[in-house]
Nanobody, 121 residues
Framework: QVQLVESGGGLVQPGGSLRLSCAAS????????MGWYRQAPGKQRELVATVTTPGATNYADSVKGRFTITRDNAKNTVYLQMNSLKPEDTAVYYCNADLWRSQLIGFREYWGQGTQVTVSS
């Protein structure tokens, strides 16, 4: 079974930085896309950043110029470097992966358990 393991969340002051990582495991054959989403209390889950094959990236307007998404295909891992963090970035961040499972199943999306990011002074 596929698992997405996230790490790197924590407490930071405004203006600080964090680096999130997400490793996919469980019979991974190929990855069509991976990305990060976030959800704050009382709000819907929203896209933060995605990266697709062969490397096109997409960012939410609110994080452009501050966040950078990268990937290591050999390790089936995606990273999110977050700089100049603001209190409004506080949320649970979830990893998402669009993975090829088999010719029978095709592509399927998976989600990580989420990691808390809190930006506060």
């Amino acid at each position: 079974q596929v698992q997405l393991v996230e790490s790197g969340g924590g407490l930071v002051q405004p203006g600080g930085s964090l680096r999130l990582s997400c490793a996919a495991s469980g019979g991974i054959i190929s990855i069509r896309a991976m990305g990060w989403y976030r959800q704050a209390p009382g709000k819907q889950r929203e896209l933060v950043a995605t990266v697709t094959t062969p490397g096109a990236t997409n960012y939410a307007d609110s994080v452009k110029g501050r966040f950078t998404i990268t990937r290591d295909n050999a390790k089936n891992t995606v990273y999110l470097q977050m700089n100049s963090l603001k209190p409004e970035d506080t949320a649970v961040y979830y990893c998402n992966a669009d993975l090829w499972r088999s010719q029978l199943i095709g592509f399927r999306e998976y989600w990580g358990q989420g990691t808390q990011v809190t930006v506060s002074s």
